[in-house]
């Protein structure tokens, strides 16, 4: 195992310091014109696409998926950063069914959102809620994952320098790395009047009762414990590597990945048979190897449970 770097955990006092910056950051913000705001977050995209290799790798590196996911990861990010701008584009009339009535959409910016992310997928659950977040104008603290902190900072870091290009304070994108102390402090902090989770349904359950206990907003996706269903009548083969698909193509980490599997009793035995010489064939390696299926399971009680 190589130690690809030592990060030093945020304290109280950073957080503290963080977040008054970014409240001061909103009020600037919420004022910048909304075709600004589409400009800084096209040029996040663009300045993302030109370390498209090297953050994946690091992505890979430290989160322990294949190359190849990584890059669809990162991709995922660039690509709701445009996605944002081009909703920003949409005319803000709406259609109304009342006659000699117009409908007026007109963005209302929280001021500080915040948004914590989960381990397996943290750059593609940040692009889902930070650029939109961005374009109507909010500012945003990112809570990255504790195990991955050089993700986190790489892309604060090149976000920071899009800011600081155009004259802006950097702490508009707000991030911090540490232990739980942080996020207990995020979802308790009125400053912050919504907060976005994605993660474990046990501890989404605990954030969505802080925050709401505190009149704050809540948006949740957490982990659904899916099941597979293979009847009688299916193509097995094309079952086999969905299955497989679903589980190791995850790594057994992400939201989505498959907890169970219900068979038809007619091919029960032959599902069995063909994912034990399916999954006996995986290819377990450096996640930066051409070929690897499955890279580093991490934490530890996650390859446990992989595992058994």
Same mark, same amino acid.
């Given at each position: 195992m190589r130690v690809l770097g030592k990060v030093r955990g945020?304290?109280?006092?950073?957080?503290?310091?963080?977040?008054?910056?970014?409240?001061?950051a909103a009020e600037l913000w919420m004022a910048?014109?909304?075709?600004?705001?589409?400009?800084?977050?096209?040029?996040?995209?663009?300045?993302?696409?030109?370390?498209?290799?090297p953050l994946s790798e690091l992505v890979a590196h430290e989160v322990g998926?294949?190359?190849?996911?990584?890059?669809?990861?990162?991709?995922? !990010?660039? %690509? #709701?950063?445009?996605?944002? &701008?081009?909703?920003?584009?949409? *005319? =803000?009339?709406?259609?109304?069914?009342?006659?000699?009535?117009?409908?007026y959409e007109e963005w209302r910016p929280y001021g500080v959102i915040a948004v914590i992310t989960p381990f397996y997928l943290q750059c593609a659950a940040l692009g889902q809620i930070a650029w939109l977040?961005?374009?109507?104008?909010?500012?945003?603290?990112?809570?990255?994952?504790?195990e991955s902190p050089l993700v986190t900072i790489s892309i604060t870091k090149l976000i920071a320098g899009v800011l600081e290009k155009n004259n802006l304070t950097g702490s508009i994108f707000t991030s911090f790395a540490?232990?739980?102390?942080?996020?207990?402090?995020? !979802?308790? %902090? #009125?400053?912050?009047?919504? &907060?976005?989770?994605?993660?474990? *349904? =046990?501890?989404?359950?605990?954030?969505?009762?802080?925050?709401?206990?505190?009149?704050g907003k809540c948006l949740l996706e957490s982990d659904r414990n899916n099941a597979i269903t293979v009847l009688s009548d299916a193509n097995i083969q094309l079952a086999v590597e969905a299955i497989v698909r679903d589980t190791v193509g995850t790594d057994d980490q992400g939201l989505s990945t498959s907890h169970k599997?219900?068979?038809?009793?007619?091919?029960?035995?032959?599902?069995?048979?063909?994912?034990?010489?399916?999954?006996?064939?995986?290819?377990?390696?450096?996640?930066?190897?051409t070929g690897t299926e499955l890279g580093l399971l991490f934490p530890m009680p996650q390859r446990s449970s992989s595992c058994n």
């Open positions: 945020g304290s109280m006092a950073d957080y503290e310091e963080g977040v008054k910056a970014c409240c001061i910048t014109p909304v075709t600004t705001r589409c400009k800084i977050v096209t040029e996040i995209s663009k300045a993302l696409e030109a370390k498209l290799k998926k294949p190359l190849t996911k990584a890059i669809v990861e990162v991709k995922e !990010v660039i %690509d #709701t950063c445009n996605s944002a &701008v081009q909703y920003s584009k949409q *005319s =803000q009339l709406v259609v109304s069914h009342s006659s000699n009535h117009i409908a977040a961005l374009v109507t104008g909010n500012c945003v603290i990112w809570r990255g994952p504790v540490g232990g739980s102390e942080l996020n207990k402090a995020i !979802v308790k %902090d #009125t400053r912050i009047p919504l &907060v976005s989770f994605k993660g474990n *349904s =046990q501890v989404g359950k605990v954030v969505k009762h802080i925050v709401v206990e505190r009149f599997l219900f068979l038809h009793e007619s091919i029960y035995g032959d599902v069995l048979d063909r994912l034990r010489q399916r999954y006996g064939s995986i290819t377990i390696g450096n996640p930066l190897e």
